[in-house]
């Protein structure tokens, strides 16, 4: 960053330099006015260099891992419950309300009793409102993870951020008439400014301690074996009921038909992330 602002700090001194500058030929009297207007830097190009410079520093900003993110923001953004003494553990589901997958999860956290986390787009909230009211209509907690799943990094720049956030709680509000404060970023991808952007907004970052990558599509024994054998007490378990549309969750659903019963057996208790946490899920 400091690079971009320093070729932009000497090309402004530059062009002042050459303005102040009279060319010595046979005419003493010559002034820089003559001289062919392609020969500096206008108003124009200075405005493209300040926007290339933008640019630059808008590619160099980088995700910052979550876990680093947690320890700068420790009120804010949450990874699990590191000091959980009831074997609690909180099952959350990203990119839905997909018909194709969600119900078919809904179908399964029924039959074994247990409540989870849903963090919906907003586009398919809209979308797939009936999906949705029976989210929460069978107990489930709902977050905001924005409207078009944009990598917020990327895009870098706060308004984006706002405009997706609000957008998505707008419409989630007409649905579930509250307004949520659990928000989770696509891909979990967030930098500081970001983080107290949210947190402006009136949102807790919700994280995740044990990744299913069940996004990849790997054998159903494989997804639940590696929640199986990561989770602990207090555990922020990640899944997805939505997908692209060549996308399959097929996976995800067989999966949970082994990761819940053998928690259970296990001793482990399946909670909402607001009450793993104790944190507030409405504005």
């Given at each position: 960053m400091k690079n971009s602002f320093m070729v932009l700090a000497i090309l402004i001194s530059f062009y002042f330099s050459m303005n102040n500058h009279t060319f010595a030929n046979e005419d003493i009297h010559q002034e820089v006015g003559t001289i062919e207007p392609s020969t500096f830097i206008n108003n124009q190009e200075l405005t493209n260099l300040k926007d290339v410079s933008n640019e630059n520093v808008r590619q160099l900003q980088q995700p910052v891992d979550l876990n680093e993110l947690q320890r700068r923001y420790p009120d804010i953004v949450f990874l699990e419950d590191p000091n959980n003494t009831q074997n609690q553990i909180a099952l959350t589901f990203d990119d839905g309300p997909d018909q194709r997958f969600t119900n078919d999860i809904l179908d399964i956290l029924r039959?074994?009793?247990?409540?989870?986390?849903f963090f919906l787009l907003g586009s398919r909230a809209v979308a797939y409102p009936e999906i949705v009211?029976?989210?929460q209509n069978e107990g489930h907690i709902i977050g905001n993870h924005t409207y078009f799943h944009p990598n917020l990094?990327?895009?870098g720049d706060l308004a984006t951020l706002e405009r997706e956030v609000s957008r998505t709680e707008d419409a989630l509000y007409e649905l579930i008439n509250y307004r949520t404060s659990l928000f989770r970023p696509p891909y979990g991808f967030l930098f500081n400014e970001l983080?107290?952007?949210?947190?402006?907004l009136q949102y807790d970052v919700i994280a995740w301690s044990v990744d299913s990558l069940d996004w990849q599509e790997e054998p159903p024994e494989i997804i639940a074996n590696r929640v199986i054998n990561e989770v602990n007490a207090g555990s922020i378990i990640l899944m997805h009921d939505g997908a692209d549309w060549d996308g399959n969750?097929?996976?995800?659903?067989e999966a949970l038909r082994q990761i819940i019963p053998t928690l259970q057996e296990q001793g482990y208790n399946f909670v909402t992330v607001p009450e793993l946490l104790n944190i507030p899920y409405q504005k």
């Open positions: 039959e074994y009793n247990v409540p989870a986390t009211t029976r989210i990094v990327e895009e983080v107290e952007k949210v947190a402006e969750r097929t996976n995800t659903i």
